[in-house]
């Protein structure tokens, strides 16, 4: 609905709130129910991040196919496989050059199905804590959640709206910086894969 006509951020919200808040409740793990409020409310922003980092050719479909090859890697999960190869098959299409996109519904979708299949991984490892909990899905966030918070902060700092939109993004200063759409996305995806890989190594050494 939304890539058909703009929704109000507001209702936006309520919807990534309420289906994260159905994913939580259904993690079967024995996890407190701070750690399941911390998840919820993780879910619900990746929701959005994704969408939010959605803007430069192949960018959001790169880092979710390399968040999927290191989270088959390290959880063994082969619900990653289709998920990977829904994702390389519509990159083909979407850069270099853009012959489709993925709208709002693709990317938020997206987002969810990460986050979602994250959350039941790291509640599935017994971690003993809510603050490991919140530190390591923070950094399993990588590059979407770096970039929402910053703009986050940004935008309230300016006195505007934080659903607000504008060219502050990380790939957009790349791309004012000088590099070409290819060079940022390898840059971005680099360093999400970093993140991705040291919450998973953090997260091994938490709940070992």
């Known amino acids: 609905i939304d890539d058909m006509r703009s929704l109000p951020p507001l209702l ?3 919807v990534h709130l309420t289906s994260a808040c159905i994913v939580v409740y259904a993690i079967p793990a024995p996890i407190t129910l701070l750690e399941r409020a911390i998840l919820v409310f993780w879910v ?6 994704f969408n939010l980092i959605d803007g430069l050719n192949g ?3 790169s880092i979710f196919a390399a968040s999927a090859i290191l989270a088959l890697i390290w959880t063994d999960q082969w619900t990653w496989v289709p998920l ?3 994702t390389l098959g519509a990159l083909w299409w979407n850069f270099p050059e853009a012959r489709t996109f993925l709208g709002d519904g693709g990317s938020t979708l ?3 199905l990460y986050a979602s299949l994250i959350s039941n991984y790291v509640a599935s490892r017994g971690v003993s804590s809510a603050l490991a909990v919140l530190v390591v899905i923070a950094i399993l966030g990588g590059i979407p959640l770096i970039d929402t918070l910053t703009s986050i902060v940004r935008r309230l700092a300016e006195h505007r709206s934080p659903f607000s939109p504008d060219r502050g993004h990380i790939h957009h200063r790349l791309i004012d910086s000088g590099l070409s759409c290819g060079a940022a996305v390898a840059t971005l995806v680099s360093l999400h894969v970093l993140c991705i890989a040291c919450g998973f190594v953090l997260l091994d050494h938490i709940a070992g």
């Open 84 to 86: 990977l190869g829904m």
């Open 12 to 14: 936006r919200l309520i």
């Open 44 to 49: 619900t922003g990746m929701t959005s991040a």
């Open 59 to 61: 960018l959001l479909l």
């Open 110 to 112: 997206l987002g969810f």
